[in-house]
T-cell receptor, first 114, second 116 residues
Framework: GQNIDQPTEMTATEGAIVQINCTYQ??????LFWYQQHAGEAPTFLSY????GLEEKGRFSSFLSRSKGYSYLLLKELQMKDSASYLC???????????????FGQGTELSVKP | ETGVTQTPRHLVMGMTNKKSLKCEQH?????MYWYKQSAKKPLELMFV???????ENNSVPSRFSPECPNSSHLFLHLHTLQPEDSALYLC???????????????FGPGTRLTVL
């Protein structure tokens, strides 16, 4: 079956580094996405990984290990505005190798404290 | 602004009402999606349209009826809903559906629906 797991909540201090983990089980992995969602707003795209390794984009980096079914999102130099929900999503081809719908985790609510 | 707009932003309706949610994308994308987001639950895919054709129906009850008249517009018609249908309904679009690498989905701000 399909399963995406990530912690429900995390708290970190302004200026610090935080790592949000995501583990997944799917039948036809075809890429992993991270989205940021502020309360009452649309999810916005942060990063995409399809090959193993680290992708860096400014203060945000995302890592993928396909053999372990594991990804993390790393946020550096945390700012108060980074307080949001972070959604891990896996593109799944499914058993019949068609399409590519996104399967979302429940999201990790990150609170950044002064 | 993601290039995907949704109206209305908030909707309160009774169980016997009929209403429609509207989504419009200005990105030239070919695929559009409806998602349901309930508190403390993952985003749930409801429907996918690719080149105006429905390609996914994720076992959604018939009281939700989608319509895609063209690649830029997507509607969700609602009738005889239940209180448990109260949620945030998000629309998204992507260049194409599925298997093309970085086919990122762009989300609208959502419609907050309350069913009394």
């Amino acid at each position: 079956g399909q399963n995406i797991d990530q912690p429900t909540e995390m708290t970190a201090t302004e200026g610090a580094i935080v790592q949000i983990n995501c583990t997944y089980q799917t039948s036809g992995f075809n890429g992993l996405f991270w989205y940021q969602q502020h309360a009452g707003e649309a999810p916005t795209f942060l990063s995409y990984n399809v090959l193993d390794g680290l992708e860096e984009k400014g203060r945000f980096s995302s890592f993928l290990s396909r053999s372990k079914g594991y990804s993390y999102l790393l946020l550096k130099e945390l700012q108060m505005k980074d307080s949001a929900s972070y959604l891990c999503a896996v593109r799944d081809r499914g058993h019949y190798n068609q399409g590519g719908k996104l399967i979302f985790g429940q999201g990790t609510e990150l609170s950044v404290k002064p | 602004e993601t290039g995907v707009t949704q109206t209305p932003r908030h909707l309160v309706m009774g169980m016997t009402n009929k209403k429609s949610l509207k989504c419009e994308q200005h990105l030239g994308h070919n695929a559009m999606y409806w998602y349901k987001q309930s508190a403390k639950k993952p985003l749930e895919l409801m429907f996918v349209y690719n080149f105006k054709e429905q390609t996914e129906n994720n076992s959604v009850p018939s009281r939700f009826s989608p319509e895609c008249p063209n690649s830029s517009h997507l509607f969700l018609h609602l009738h005889t809903l239940q209180p448990e249908d109260s949620a945030l309904y998000l629309c998204a679009s992507s260049p194409n559906y599925g298997d093309l690498g970085t086919d990122t989905q762009y989300f609208g701000p959502g419609t907050r629906l309350t069913v009394l």
